[in-house]
């Protein structure tokens, strides 16, 4: 029996842990830093870190160390003992509030986008102490920002925090218009949906494609995929069952509020939902949850494939960015009311919201862009790569009398009659939900589903905070200066809505039509990495980080540079992960797969000319047909390569090459493969099948 309320939050140096273990003074020190953003005094980081020197090694710590998320995609650590050599050649356990404020890794291993050179390898770690602090494997985890030597950042984190800073303070400056004057920090909140597959670890071991890129580069579609809707919400199986009984539990312990488990629509697929909290907590929680995913499924002798498609065939993987707004006196800024048509407070931040998606489409768009996710969007199972807003029938019943002039007569919830006496009846929503919409609203908060599910959710919200912000600083510059505050707050809620409505769409968002009618309205359709990236460096968008603080103009090159290097590594590494299995597997494979045909046709004809040997004779010219193809489909992809080499010093074109020429060279040598695999016998083919991994749990 699990007792949860004891379990959870049990390996995490939370508020409760440090209001029983600090001085109260220093308690009172640090709630500050955390809460009004003051400076900490050494003396307090001296006392917080003994206490959690100390609570660490009651839980079997011996190591403490900075944990950082820098432009990799994933986070790193660097681990130190809390040995303290003695003069008499024994030790003591320490440390100090100078080693819990700063570390040192080398910034110049980490993606910098030439921010730091090879030979300039030095860069801090700063703690922040606005996350909690946890125990796992043995060492103390610091959750901390990165930057370089000369001051730029190099992490997810610290933009984060600067954007949450931004929106925090232009919200208020709105509430306080509005008369809302107790108000003093605006929180942005999220819960992330975590989409993930589990496959058998010895089937993942048998497939260098998995191992090397976390997708299937080869792989025919099996008899039965997700045609019967069967596995979605389905009886979950044992062994999964007790994955998920275990990830939960270690979740709780470190006190990420898993709150959902279910399958998922693609066999093999499942999702895990937190309950929603503050967004950098959210971002850290996410972080730590797939490391956890991962190293669970150990356990069971499975393995957590979180890229956006490792199946081909079958939906993909997301992760669902609920996102909205809070202020510190308790109140969701993103709560309709009972009357959304006269709640003015309401209307402003949605207004502020369709202004900022609407303007920024481009950087919503790259803030989820990966070489993984360009495999998902715009398939049936994400939104297409058009962004757009869902508001549902009522919200957009009320935009269009706003922008029109009329008056709003909308329909109180209705009840469901469910038509069976033992049933009960239940309030009907106001709206429907649209799963197509890359940006929908749901009740209160804004679901933003295009991310992908590896994807570090500290990028889109980074981009949220800042759009928003931006918006709402507009907004109070002008609202400041009116005579009638209420008057001046609807007029411009009616002119903002009218000259953005174009970005609100409550459609079907996979149909061909929403895409010649996006094309007409001036949307942006960015359906690759490279051609999303592009658009970073736009003068708007550089104006909007650097006059909001987010980036310098030097991070935001950085992380331009960064992105597409790594889109076109990424493709790099696939490329010659095929070439691989091509020539030392598959073309081995098949061959003697045809050998054994020929031999089987001629021993069959050395007997007698009578015996039919048809069958034979076609596979055996169909494969070599095909051989020969492969072959050919193979030099072509390694030429590509060679190609891409002479464009290593323009990024863009680069990234570019890759896409448009290394990736369509990698679709024509699968297509072909995959053929293949459907005419070779299993015990030629060299690897586990599409069936196997995906109902082999």
């Known amino acids: 029996?699990?007792?949860?309320?004891?379990?959870?939050?049990?390996?995490?140096?939370?508020?409760?842990?440090?209001?029983?273990?600090?001085?109260?003074?220093?308690?009172?020190?640090?709630?500050?830093?955390?809460?009004?953003?003051?400076?900490?005094?050494?003396?307090?980081?001296?006392?917080?870190?003994?206490?959690?020197?100390?609570?660490?090694?009651?839980?079997?710590?011996?190591?403490?160390?900075?944990?950082?998320?820098?432009?990799?995609?994933?986070?790193?650590?660097?681990?130190?003992?809390?040995?303290?050599?003695?003069?008499?050649?024994?030790?003591?356990?320490?440390?100090?509030?100078?080693?819990?404020?700063?570390?040192?890794?080398?910034?110049?291993?980490?993606?910098?986008?030439?921010?730091?050179?090879?030979?300039?390898?030095?860069?801090?770690?700063?703690?922040?102490?606005?996350?909690?602090?946890?125990?796992?494997?043995?060492?103390?985890?610091?959750?901390?920002?990165?930057?370089?030597?000369?001051?730029?950042?190099?992490?997810?984190?610290?933009?984060?925090?600067?954007?949450?800073?931004?929106?925090?303070?232009?919200?208020?400056?709105?509430?306080?218009?509005?008369?809302?004057?107790?108000?003093?920090?605006?929180?942005?909140?999220?819960?992330?949906?975590?989409?993930?597959?589990?496959?058998?670890?010895?089937?993942?071991?048998?497939?260098?494609?998995?191992?090397?890129?976390?997708?299937?580069?080869?792989?025919?579609?099996?008899?039965?995929?997700?045609?019967?809707?069967?596995?979605?919400?389905?009886?979950?199986?044992?062994?999964?069952?007790?994955?998920?009984?275990?990830?939960?539990?270690?979740?709780?312990?470190?006190?990420?509020?898993?709150?959902?488990?279910?399958?998922?629509?693609?066999?093999?697929?499942?999702?895990?939902?937190?309950?929603?909290?503050?967004?950098?907590?959210?971002?850290?929680?996410?972080?730590?949850?797939?490391?956890?995913?991962?190293?669970?499924?150990?356990?069971?002798?499975?393995?957590?494939?979180?890229?956006?498609?490792?199946?081909?065939?079958?939906?993909?993987?997301?992760?669902?960015?609920?996102?909205?707004?809070?202020?510190?006196?308790?109140?969701?800024?993103?709560?309709?009311?009972?009357?959304?048509?006269?709640?003015?407070?309401?209307?402003?931040?949605?207004?502020?919201?369709?202004?900022?998606?609407?303007?920024?489409?481009?950087?919503?768009?790259?803030?989820?862009?990966?070489?993984?996710?360009?495999?998902?969007?715009?398939?049936?199972?994400?939104?297409?790569?058009?962004?757009?807003?869902?508001?549902?029938?009522?919200?957009?019943?009320?935009?269009?009398?706003?922008?029109?002039?009329?008056e709003y007569s909308g329909e109180s919830k209705k009840k469901m009659q469910m038509g069976v006496e033992v049933l009960p009846d239940f309030k009907k929503d106001t709206t429907d939900r649209n799963r197509t919409s890359p940006f929908a609203f749901t009740g209160n908060r804004f679901e933003f589903r295009m991310l992908g599910s590896s994807v570090n959710v500290a990028s889109p919200n980074i981009v949220l905070n800042t759009v928003v912000a931006e918006e709402l600083k507009q907004f109070a510059d002008k609202l400041e200066k009116a005579d009638d505050f209420e008057s001046a707050a609807k007029s411009l809620v009616a002119k903002t809505l009218k000259e953005h409505g174009r970005i609100i769409f409550n459609g079907n968002n996979y149909s061909d039509e929403w895409v010649v009618e996006a094309e007409k309205r001036g949307l942006l359709n960015l359906k690759s990495v490279p051609q999303a990236v592009a658009h970073y460096l736009d003068e708007k968008n550089i104006k909007l980080f650097t006059e909001n603080n987010v980036f310098s103009k030097e991070e935001l090159h950085a992380r331009y540079e960064v992105d597409l290097e790594n889109y076109a590594k990424i493709i790099n590494i696939e490329a010659l992960t095929m070439v691989d299995m091509a020539k030392k597997d598959i073309i081995p494979a098949v061959t003697a797969f045809v050998r054994e045909l020929t031999d089987t046709a001629l021993s069959k004809k050395a007997l007698s000319d009578a015996i039919p040997v048809e069958l034979e004779t076609k596979l055996v010219t169909s494969l070599s047909q095909k051989l020969v193809c492969f072959s050919n489909k193979v030099e072509e992809l390694e030429n590509s390569l060679i190609q891409a080499v002479e464009l290593e010093n323009d990024v863009q074109a680069y990234a570019d090459f890759y896409c448009d020429t290394v990736f369509a060279n990698m679709q024509e040598l699968r297509a072909i493969g995959d053929a293949m695999e459907t005419e070779t016998s299993s015990e030629y083919w060299p690897y586990p099948s599409y069936g196997e991994m995906l109902f082999g749990v």
């Open 1 to 406: 029996m699990v007792n949860v309320p004891e379990l959870f939050g049990s390996n995490v140096f939370n508020d409760e842990t440090m209001r029983d273990r600090l001085p109260k003074p220093v308690y009172t020190a640090l709630k500050k830093t955390i809460q009004d953003g003051e400076a900490l005094d050494i003396s307090v980081a001296n006392s917080v870190a003994h206490a959690m020197k100390e609570w660490a090694i009651e839980k079997g710590c011996t190591h403490y160390t900075h944990w950082f998320q820098p432009l990799t995609g994933v986070t790193a650590e660097k681990h130190d003992s809390f040995i303290t050599p003695q003069g008499d050649g024994n030790v003591i356990m320490s440390f100090s509030g100078k080693a819990l404020i700063k570390g040192e890794p080398d910034a110049s291993s980490f993606p910098s986008g030439g921010i730091r050179a090879t030979f300039e390898a030095r860069g801090y770690t700063a703690w922040d102490p606005t996350s909690y602090a946890f125990a796992k494997d043995g060492t103390l985890y610091i959750p901390t920002a990165f930057c370089s030597y000369t001051g730029e950042v190099l992490d997810k984190k610290t933009p984060l925090l600067r954007s949450m800073e931004r929106i925090s303070k232009e919200a208020v400056r709105i509430l306080h218009l509005l008369g809302k004057t107790d108000v003093t920090r605006v929180m942005t909140t999220v819960g992330p949906e975590q989409e993930y597959f589990l496959i058998d670890k010895d089937m993942y071991d048998a497939r260098p494609d998995l191992i090397y890129t976390g997708r299937t580069l080869f792989g025919a579609k099996a008899p039965k995929g997700q045609e019967l809707d069967d596995h979605y919400f389905g009886s979950i199986k044992t062994r999964v069952s007790q994955y998920m009984a275990d990830l939960d539990k270690e979740l709780w312990s470190y006190g990420i509020y898993s709150k959902t488990k279910h399958n998922e629509v693609a066999p093999s697929q499942h999702e895990v939902a937190p309950i929603f909290t503050t967004t950098n907590l959210a971002v850290d929680h996410n972080e730590l949850m797939m490391d956890v995913m991962q190293k669970v499924a150990e356990k069971y002798n499975l393995v957590c494939l979180l890229h956006e498609k490792p199946f081909a065939g079958v939906n993909g993987s997301g992760k669902h960015n609920n996102w909205s707004i809070s202020t510190n006196t308790g109140e969701n800024l993103l709560s309709p009311g009972k009357n959304p048509a006269q709640n003015l407070q309401f209307l402003l931040f949605l207004a502020a919201i369709v202004k900022g998606v609407d303007e920024y489409q481009d950087l919503l768009r790259i803030s989820v862009a990966s070489a993984g996710n360009d495999h998902r969007l715009g398939a049936n199972e994400a939104p297409p790569a058009i962004i757009s807003m869902f508001l549902g029938d009522e919200l957009g019943a009320i935009v269009d009398s706003i922008t029109e002039g009329t």
